[in-house]
């Protein structure tokens, strides 16, 4: 790195990529434009969905599903507590209420078990959710056969929060064609899969929810096709300002070309660590016969009885070696925010448990063996101390 520290995470960035932009910003369009529209179209169709509807972010998207899917006041959605907190301030955005289900620990995903579970309980009190908003944690997928065949019988819609999932595959299909779910959600920050600098995409199978993001991502308006008023355009619903670039769009398209190269790459980082850290008090990130990962982190658990000091010097001495390192993610529920709505320790005990030890090491597309080789020597060294 040109500071000489080695970030967690960072975009890797191409001539063509740049190409792709400059030719962006020297065409008619800079706003959202027919290079948003053919993004939609590519990005669907290497996830093998219907429809693609680009916005401006994953949250925008989450916000957007929501609103597609008839969230609003009364209702109530439920999501995992290890995420970033957009996967639960989304059914919020729409007036309804959240809850969590706790995680499996192993997959660090929403447990199937515990969701049969509350999903009985909430039965007999009639307080079920609306929605289920699952989410594909560090890019391994979440088993989705299993959380749709307990939820759908209960007449709830399926969200993926896809944030880390673009590339992945489960059960021979690529992360987003829908089979289990009403619509999927990706993120394309810089430190994704792919980038846009700053956007997402919301794919689905139905169309009225793909019509309905793109009502939502333009302030609710839809042109008419009245001939007698071929200017006119009409605001149907409160709607907002989602909308992605033709240059965002054409970054991504140029970025969605190397998407299964960036995979590949990052899948042989993970197994480099695997072998490396083998051996260290450590839990390593799970592997599933079913699914394959789009590896957009590399989370580690230090296997100790108390692991926060544990965790928190290894934090620290990486530092002092220039290795930036991340904590994903603290559980949502016990955020100041969440506490205010009522949430308390305790109460999803695997999630809380996950997060006493977790740490997620540098893992992208421009990290070198060299590099990787440092971070594994330190780690080892440091937990070979305890």
């Not at 909308?243 to 480099?272: C, H, N, P, W, Y």
């Not at 997620?360 to 060299?370: A, G, H, I, R």
Request: charged share 20%; hydrophobic share 40%.
């Amino acid at each position: 790195m040109a500071d000489g520290k080695l970030a967690y995470a960072r975009q890797h960035i191409e001539e063509d990529d740049v190409t792709a932009v400059t030719a962006a910003l020297r065409s008619d369009w800079l706003t959202s434009g027919p290079a948003v529209t053919a993004f939609e179209e590519r990005v669907a169709q290497y996830c093998g969905a219907r429809h693609g509807a680009a916005v401006s972010s994953a949250t925008a998207g989450l916000h957007a599903a929501c609103h597609a899917l008839g969230i609003g006041a009364g209702d109530l959605v439920w999501t995992s507590p290890i995420s970033f907190v957009a996967s639960a301030n989304c059914a919020l955005y729409c007036g309804a209420k959240v809850d969590f289900v706790d995680i499996d620990p192993r997959s660090y995903t929403i447990s199937a078990s515990e969701l049969q579970r509350k999903l009985e309980a909430a039965a007999g009190q009639k307080k079920l959710p609306k929605a289920l908003i699952v989410v594909h944690f560090g890019g391994h997928p979440c088993d989705l056969r299993e959380l749709a065949s307990v939820a759908q019988p209960y007449g709830i819609a399926i969200i993926e929060d896809a944030s880390h999932a673009l590339g992945a595959a489960y059960r021979g299909e690529k992360i987003g064609s829908c089979r289990y779910s009403d619509a999927v959600v990706f993120s394309f920050h810089a430190i994704k899969s792919i980038t846009t600098g700053e956007g997402g995409m919301v794919v689905t199978n139905q169309e009225p929810i793909a019509q309905s993001v793109r009502r939502f991502r333009s302030h609710g308006i839809t042109p008419d096709t009245s001939e007698a008023e071929p200017w006119r355009y009409e605001q149907r619903e409160l709607g907002y300002n989602y909308r992605m670039t033709d240059v965002q769009a054409a970054l991504g398209a140029s970025q969605l070309k190397k998407l299964d190269a960036f995979i590949a790459r990052r899948t042989e980082l993970a197994a480099r660590y695997d072998q490396g850290l083998r051996g260290l008090p450590l839990q390593l990130p799970h592997r599933d016969a079913a699914s394959s990962s789009a590896w957009h982190l590399y989370p580690i658990q230090i296997v100790h009885r108390e692991r926060a000091e544990p965790r928190r010097t290894l934090f620290v001495e990486l530092r002092k070696h220039g290795i930036r390192t991340q904590v994903h993610y603290i559980p949502i529920h016990t955020q100041p925010f969440y506490r205010a709505l009522g949430f308390r320790d305790g109460q999803f005990p695997v999630a809380e448990r996950y997060y006493e030890g977790a740490l997620s090491l540098p893992l992208f597309v421009d990290l070198t063996e060299s590099d990787q080789n440092r971070v594994i020597e330190i780690v080892g060294s440091i937990l070979s101390r305890r």
